[in-house]
């Protein structure tokens, strides 16, 4: 069964402390991994897909990374403004388009 | 500007009582679908849609239902039957191309009463 976990579940960090959220994944022949950015009561914006192993994708202070088995997403030098819950999915099987969801990782970057 | 527009932000339901979310989108996507947001919970599939007059049901679509009369349009009706409604619901679409990126829109949150 195709399935996604995230760690940690909270992270607490100072503003400029970089780190890394994990995304592990088990899929039957990925067909992408997504990672979003949802703020309170919000609805999920995009950040970057990854499709191959060895895959890089960077967006200001994010940078998404893939191998077979887990994503990171690199947060360098954070800002409070990064502050969000962050989730990643992967494309489900067949042709459904279905996105199959971790339970997401709630950042908190403290000035 | 091009999106994803859910209606109305909040909706309050009382017991036994059916109520309607509203989904529409001017991105010209053929597939849409509807995700439901627990506390704690990854997003889980309801329902979607890849042409218009077609749908499919997804993992939790017991006591919703919905339809698809047009290309922008994709409401969902939660019915009584939906023992526990009260969550957080989200409308999202996916275009043929650019890598099948799906995007959502702001959400509905469901309470009730």
């Known amino acids: 069964e195709d399935q996604v976990t995230q760690s940690p579940e909270a992270l607490r960090l100072q503003e400029g402390e970089s780190s890394s959220l994990n995304c592990s994944y088990t899929?039957?022949?990925?067909?992408?991994l997504f990672w979003y950015r949802q703020d309170p009561g919000k609805g999920p914006e995009f950040l970057f897909t990854?499709?191959?192993a060895g895959e890089e994708k960077e967006k200001e202070r994010l940078k998404a990374t893939l191998t077979k088995k887990e994503s990171f997403l690199h947060i360098t030098a954070p800002k409070p403004e990064d502050s969000a819950t962050y989730l990643c999915?992967?494309?489900?099987?067949?042709?459904?388009?279905?996105?199959?969801f971790g339970q997401g990782t709630t950042l908190q970057v403290k000035p | 500007d091009g999106g994803i527009t859910q209606s109305p932000k909040y909706l309050f339901r009382k017991e036994g009582q059916n109520v309607t979310l509203s989904c529409e989108q001017n991105?010209?996507?053929?597939?849409m679908y509807w995700y439901r947001q627990d506390p704690g919970q990854g997003l889980r599939l309801i329902y979607y849609?890849?042409?218009?007059?077609?749908?499919q049901k997804g993992d939790i679509a017991e006591g919703y239902s919905v339809s698809r009369e047009k290309k922008e349009s994709f409401p969902l009706t939660v019915t009584s039957a939906q023992k526990n409604p009260t969550a957080f619901y989200l409308c999202?679409?996916?275009?043929?191309?650019?890598?099948?990126?799906?995007?959502f829109g702001q959400g509905t949150r469901l309470t009730v009463v």
């Open positions: 999202a679409s996916t275009p043929r191309d650019r890598g099948l990126v799906t995007f």
């Open positions: 899929v039957s022949g990925l067909r992408g």
């Open positions: 990854l499709y191959s």
């Open positions: 999915a992967v494309r489900g099987p067949g042709n459904t388009g279905k996105l199959i």
């Open positions: 991105l010209n996507h053929d597939a």
């Open positions: 849609s890849q042409i218009v007059n077609d749908f």
